[in-house]
């Protein structure tokens, strides 16, 4: 039996996050955040004072950062170079450039590595999201899920979750407009793009509640498993 490679990918927003982390936990198989990576190399770049504008200094400097993803549904946290950067890739700076550093394709090719052998690594199997999942990174996954939600839906979950961090309106009026211009940026890139895989099950979550979306993935791959 080859190991279990269950891949989600969607938009910001569209719960992947969150769902492909109780999928990981419910079915005892290991978690990979791709986003968290392609963060992780965004904020080496910005500390290490490469203009992430100049695609052509970027990919020179790609190779240089070492970073290693945790695994663990509850909480996997990121190095580079040993440090821990979960905290800080969540940060502005990082959210507001790392679509323009994903877009080299000598940094994706970096990454994708890293993702199989994470991949591999896995015991039981994994639990991978991101942008190209089922396109790019894990072609042959026992399945795949596209997760999308509308607009609005998007941008109302994320703007409840700010509140609830005490994030003062405008600054959350200011997120909403950056997510609307990552997911266009990483639509529209020409390497790996943001789309469904061809065999990807489209699931949209707007009227959906966190369990149902849960279980629906859940009996997805069991059907397929
Ligand atoms: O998932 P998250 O919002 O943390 O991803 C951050 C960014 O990383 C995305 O906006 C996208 O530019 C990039 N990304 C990507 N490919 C992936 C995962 C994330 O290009 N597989």
């Given at each position: 039996?080859?190991?279990?490679?269950?891949?989600?990918d969607?938009?910001?927003?569209?719960?992947k996050?969150?769902?492909?982390?109780?999928?990981?936990a419910?079915?005892?198989?290991?978690?990979?955040?791709?986003?968290?990576?392609?963060?992780?190399?965004?904020?080496?770049?910005?500390?290490?004072?490469?203009?992430?504008?100049?695609?052509?200094a970027?990919?020179?400097?790609?190779?240089?950062?070492?970073?290693?993803?945790?695994?663990?549904?509850?909480?996997?946290?990121?190095?580079?170079?040993?440090?821990?950067?979960?905290?800080?890739?969540?940060?502005?700076?990082?959210?507001?450039?790392?679509?323009?550093?994903?877009?080299?394709?000598?940094?994706?090719?970096?990454?994708v590595?890293?993702?199989?052998?994470?991949a591999?690594?896995?015991?039981?199997?994994?639990?991978a999201?991101?942008?190209d999942?089922?396109?790019?990174?894990?072609?042959?996954?026992?399945?795949?899920i596209?997760?999308?939600?509308?607009?609005?839906?998007?941008?109302?979950?994320?703007?409840?979750?700010?509140?609830?961090?005490?994030?003062d309106?405008?600054?959350?009026?200011?997120?909403?407009?950056?997510?609307?211009?990552?997911?266009?940026?990483?639509?529209?890139?020409?390497?790996?793009?943001?789309?469904?895989?061809?065999?990807?099950?489209?699931v949209?979550?707007?009227?959906?509640?966190?369990?149902?979306?849960?279980?629906?993935v859940?009996?997805?791959?069991?059907?397929?498993?």
């Amino acid at each position: 039996n080859a190991p279990v490679v269950v891949a989600i990918d969607g938009p910001s927003g569209s719960g992947k996050s969150t769902v492909s982390r109780a999928v990981a936990a419910r079915l005892g198989l290991s978690f990979l955040d791709t986003g968290a990576m392609y963060r992780a190399m965004t904020w080496w770049m910005l500390t290490n004072g490469v203009d992430t504008a100049d695609a052509e200094a970027v990919a020179i400097a790609c190779g240089k950062p070492v970073i290693v993803s945790g695994t663990d549904a509850d909480g996997p946290t990121i190095t580079v170079d040993g440090v821990d950067v979960s905290g800080p890739i969540r940060g502005p700076e990082v959210t507001a450039q790392v679509s323009a550093v994903s877009a080299v394709p000598a940094v994706r090719t970096r990454l994708v590595e890293l993702q199989r052998d994470c991949a591999g690594l896995a015991p039981r199997g994994i639990v991978a999201e991101g942008r190209d999942m089922g396109t790019v990174v894990f072609p042959d996954a026992t399945a795949k899920i596209f997760l999308t939600a509308s607009a609005d839906a998007r941008a109302e979950r994320r703007a409840a979750e700010l509140r609830g961090k005490g994030v003062d309106e405008a600054t959350i009026a200011a997120m909403a407009a950056d997510l609307v211009r990552r997911d266009t940026a990483d639509s529209s890139r020409s390497t790996s793009p943001l789309t469904q895989a061809e065999d990807a099950v489209l699931v949209d979550t707007s009227a959906l509640t966190l369990d149902q979306v849960i279980d629906a993935v859940v009996e997805l791959v069991a059907e397929r498993a």
